[in-house]
């Protein structure tokens, strides 16, 4: 089933520059706070990291296809023991390490309630973060499907699921919603709907899948077509800001309203997406990357899964010293806050992988990595 070829370190690369955008995003919230953040600023964390989340599929779907024989039968069983080590047990543990601190530091004890833990681990609503490794869950089950599309998809095929993309992101955002819906459950499915429906994200997750099939295809046209995945790649960002600017001095919204309307559903950010993806992987596969730049991005990478996963708690403890001195989060304090964040779980994060390497099992639970033999 495994069929080992080489290394992309642009897979990890990419992984550590989406971490870093998601931080982005989460300390833009923080800044939010105050009624007279900077809409630049906000753009700079809230918009211009919004391929930060898609951008994870693409690269676990590609990732995963990169190394699968398609011409042999689809493992499933074996497939899924190994994704349920390294996403589902790190994703269990998080969500009660986060359901147990968050009650202990607000002296809220309902959160453990057994109803509101199986609430929490069903839709992934013990820590903000955590309803991205809910989506990959249901990726990962519905893996035979994929196989089996991937397997006959083309091109044509993939610009209707484009198509397909756009429109249901564009009824589920801005077209679907809960009013009227007076039973819990069903208005819990409908409210939490982005934390669970891979339909949202169908699309980035196949592509990056079948551009890993067809690698040799796609090597080729990254070297070939770079200067034309640059210009995509910008043009699809400045469609993006320039949406957010639209809606604010055109529509009269609020930095937040834009941000929640500019984001990566709408059909703008459907494209900034694919512009990023493309255009992350061409720069850091074919392009002469500076020698001291590959040991950052390499960590940033290797190490990106703790920081993604820890860095609310840097957030929420940060945000508490800064309240206790009475400042509110001006422009300058969000990007010292935002070093910070990055700094301390960076730094958590070497510290817990090398308590892993004496004790295993922190690895395992934290990270979903054994031990080599």
């Known amino acids: 089933m495994i069929n080992k070829k080489p290394r992309l370190p642009a897979i990890e690369y990419i992984r550590g ?12 919230s923080q800044y939010l706070a105050n009624v007279a953040a900077n809409m630049h600023l906000v753009a700079l964390f809230e918009v211009a990291t919004r391929f930060s989340v898609p951008i994870f599929f693409f690269i676990s779907a590609f990732g995963m296809f990169y190394n699968l024989d398609m011409s042999k039968p689809f493992d499933y069983k074996s497939f899924l023991q190994r994704r349920m080590k390294t996403v589902l047990v790190p994703y269990v543990i998080w969500s009660l390490f986060y359901l147990i601190h ?16 199986a609430f929490s681990m069903f839709f992934g609503t013990a820590g903000y973060q ?17 196989v089996w599309l991937i397997r ?4 044509l095929a993939l610009g209707g699921l484009l198509v397909f993309q756009i429109a249901f992101d564009y009824w589920s955002c801005f077209m679907l919603n809960s009013a009227g819906v007076e039973n819990f459950f069903l208005r819990s499915f409908i409210d939490y709907r982005l934390n669970y429906w891979v339909m949202h994200y169908i699309f980035i997750f196949v ?23 640059i210009g995509f790649f910008w043009l699809t960002f400045a469609g993006l800001l320039g949406y957010y600017y639209w809606l604010i001095f055109t529509k009269g919204y ?7 309307t500019a984001q990566q559903l709408c059909p703008a ?18 392009w002469r990357l500076p020698e001291g730049l590959r040991p950052i991005l390499s960590a940033l990478g290797k190490h990106s899964y703790f920081v993604y996963l820890a860095h ?22 969000a990007l010292i806050f935002y070093v910070a964040v990055v700094a301390l779980t960076m730094a958590a994060a070497v510290a817990m992988r090398q308590l892993g390497e004496r004790w295993p099992m922190v690895n395992q639970l934290t990270i979903g990595i054994s031990k080599r033999k």
């Open 269 to 286: 950010g459907i494209f900034y997406t694919l512009g990023a993806s493309l255009f992350f992987f061409a720069i850091f596969t074919i």
């Open 207 to 229: 592509l990056g899948g079948y551009l890993a099939v067809n690698i040799n295809w796609f090597m080729s046209f990254l070297t070939e077509c770079r200067g034309r995945i």
């Open 152 to 155: 006959r998809m083309s091109w």
């Open 102 to 117: 968050y009650a202990v530091l607000w002296g809220d004890t309902s959160v453990l309630s057994p109803f509101y833990i």
């Open 254 to 260: 609020t930095p937040l309203e834009g941000i929640n």
């Open 17 to 28: 520059i989406s971490m870093l955008g998601v931080v982005g995003i989460h300390t833009g």
């Open 312 to 333: 609310p708690v840097a957030i929420t403890y940060l945000g508490l010293a800064l309240a206790g001195t009475g400042r509110i989060m001006t422009a300058p304090i």
């Open 130 to 146: 955590l309803y991205f490794m809910v989506i990959l869950l249901w990726f990962y089950l519905m893996m035979p499907i994929w």
